[in-house]
């Protein structure tokens, strides 16, 4: 008796042991420390919550929405991929998923529209609307919120119906494996497992879908379909992976679902998680299902999706190609399918079921226990976003009705701390009435809040007010590249569109070289475009530098001067040739259309008999010899064009006009209509005549200013007064 009792402990021992083999036993702890690593980091981790490349849509003008949407995509923390589109394209790709918000620009304001669908995950909703919001704010501007209700479920329905799905999946093979144990001896019986997974997932996606509570409480076969398809390839993943490596396939089967299904479990949308969770999870057969069955649960008509159901067909074929790979590689190795397959005996069959729980059942209580405890995710932290607001200071005026009074506001107005004097003055008449001025070089008070020397500035001359325009910041108008290189205004430009105008400045962007007043040089131009809303304030929408920086003055300098006609945007540009007794700069043009005049690709240079692509092409309109300042004027009034400027620079005194049938030429140059002479002995500067089309017009005459300095800068620092335009009228040629 004594020998069978001992045989009988030893047989034990083996079976135990073989029960929780060692490689079992250390898989499975590997699974579980897996499993708290991640909670406890999700439970930690302050990237949850934080949009991830969500998509957004921009609904404004062009010009302004192709600034918002790369504004929107370059945002430190990746939030959005924005896209430009049509106001109607952009509701109804909210309304289908394809979009999780869009914003509606209203121009002629500053209250937008947000648009968002409640299908969406709440938490969701929210992270993209607080980040909006602090765009917004970054522009002086507020929002309001418009849904885009569908008339399906919310996504805790299509959650559940994943989860549902994956546990169904997963459970028939655990039950095959507890039962038949992970691997099956012949290919026929590998076959009418499949076939039976296959008949289970139809049979329980029907079920699923009609349970209510679970699925949607009715039959809608586009969501059985696709039910029915997770559980199939649910189930089929883990034959695959048990195929593969037995047991220990199963614990591998347990981690990558965990892994997927942790948004869900969460109750968080997968954009909300860091990467590489909204990469990585859409591939995978959990995203894949949870994608397709978006659009047939949660949003309304956009039934089953291309994309997810190729995605989850392709992990079906993956899973047969690697079950049948896994059989071929043991017939070829010579493994007997009758270790990893299970017996006949009833003792065999207690150590497949004892064997599998040991593999599932830690880690699902394990997870079960820390989903439940896990907070619902919270909303990342949004940075505030610096401001690119301007605001107004409103100095008043009197009435201002003749050229007199300009220059009473030139000459005498003590003006706001922010402004005291100034150069250039180009000016555009607005819809609203109120004209626009744009100044370079500006002088502000000793006690102003901000920087005492600003590259450029703005006012808006409106009735008995004059208004300061400034950034919150209380620099530049329009901002410094860096601490070096900031932006000269030489033209302005507007094209009026329903309740604002959009205002485009030519400016040349400027590098500082020394402490003098002429330690400088020219980098080439760039484009500063502004919105004014009727009546409001003008804000930056962007600033954009045109083409490298190249200080060689024989490169054209785009935009010395700028009209806008017939739909085209026309800037001019002036160069000067290293040439000996060459004082003036020659005349080009180039043309774009107003919404496209950020992107130089889409500039034409006109050279001589059409428009090109090619800047070399230019031709020149007007040569240097005797030729415009490097800053001027271009206008068309009554049918004739007309390039004002004063010849050959600092050095003329002919304040003159060339006159063209077309914005292109020929030029032909007049007698000068005055004599603006500077004086060296006394160090007085007269330059930059500029015409003013839209102040006190008069058939037949122009409003001209030009800047006036001195070459002694403690003098225009002690009296700013005498660095300010000056104003005159003159007589147009025929």
Known sequence: ????????????????????????????????????????????????????????????????????????????????????????????????????????????????????????????????????????????????VE????????????????????????????????????????????????????????????????????????????????????????????????????????????????????????????????????????????????????????????????????????????????????????????????????????????????????????????????????????????????????????????????????NRLAGKLRASDNFQGGDVGASVKLQDGRSLFVFGDTLRAPDHQGQRFVRNSMLVLGSGCLQMVEPVDHGAIIPDRDVKVGYWPMSIGREERPGYDLVAISAQRVRTTGAGSFDFENLGPAIAVFVVPRGGTPQLVDRRDIGPDDADASDPTWGAASAVHDGWAYLYGTAHPAQDMVFGFSLSVARVRPDDILDRSRWRFWDGKSWVRSESAAQELIPARGGVSQTLSVFEQDGTWYALSKRDEFLGTDLTVWTAPSPTGPFTAHGALAQLPSDTVKGALRYMPLAHPGLLPEDGTMVVSYSQNRTDLAAVIEDPLLYRPRFLRVDLPD
């Open 147 to 406: 849904y885009v209700d569908t008339s399906h479920g919310s996504p805790r329905a299509a959650d559940r119906l994943v989860l549902a799905a994956n546990a169904l999946g997963f459970l028939f093979v655990v039950i095959v494996s507890m039962t038949l144990g992970p691997v099956t001896r012949t290919l026929r019986r590998g076959l009418l497992r499949h076939a039976a997974l296959a008949g289970v997932a139809v049979l329980g996606a029907g079920i699923l879908v009609w349970l209510p509570g679970i699925g949607l409480g009715r039959l809608e076969m586009n969501a059985v379909l696709i039910v029915a398809l997770a559980v199939w390839v649910t189930g089929g993943v883990t034959l695959a992976l048990e195929a593969l490596a037995g047991l220990p396939g199963l614990a591998l089967a347990v981690v990558l679902f965990f892994l997927e299904a942790i948004p869900l479990l969460m109750g968080t949308d997968v954009r909300l998680f860091p990467e590489p969770w909204p990469t990585l999870v859409p591939l995978l057969p959990l995203g894949a299902m949870r994608e397709a069955l978006a659009g047939v649960v949660i949003f309304d008509g956009a039934g089953l999706e291309a994309r997810p159901l190729l995605t989850l067909v392709a992990w079906l074929v993956i899973v047969w190609l690697v079950s049948l790979t896994a059989r071929g590689v043991r017939r070829q190795f010579g493994i007997d399918p009758a270790d990893m397959a299970a017996g006949t005996s009833r003792r065999t069959r207690i150590r497949w079921r004892l064997r599998v729980a040991v593999v599932v059942v830690p880690s699902a209580l394990l997870l079960v226990g820390m989903t439940l405890s896990l907070p619902r995710t919270a909303i990342a932290d949004v940075a505030e976003i610096p401001s690119r607001a301007s605001e107004t200071d409103c100095v008043p005026t009197g009435e201002v009705e003749d050229l007199g009074d300009i």
């Open 1 to 144: 008796m004594t020998p069978k009792v001992r045989a009988t402990t030893r047989d034990r021992a083996v079976t135990l042991a073989r029960v929780v083999s060692r490689p079992v036993a250390v898989l499975c702890l590997l699974v579980l420390l897996v499993q708290v690593a991640l909670m406890v980091w999700l439970a930690r981790s302050s990237a949850i919550g934080q949009p991830d490349d969500v998509p957004v849509g921009i609904v404004t003008a062009p010009v302004i929405g192709k600034v918002l949407a790369d504004e929107a995509s370059a945002l430190p923390d990746g939030a959005f991929e924005a896209y430009v589109l049509e106001a109607s394209e952009a509701r109804s790709e909210v309304r289908d998923g394809s979009l999780v918000a869009a914003v509606e620009v209203e121009l002629s304001g500053t209250r937008d529209t947000v648009l968002l669908n409640r299908a969406n995950d709440s938490t969701l909703n929210e992270a993209v609307l607080q980040r909006i919001r602090a765009l917004e704010r970054s522009r002086g501007r507020s929002v309001a």
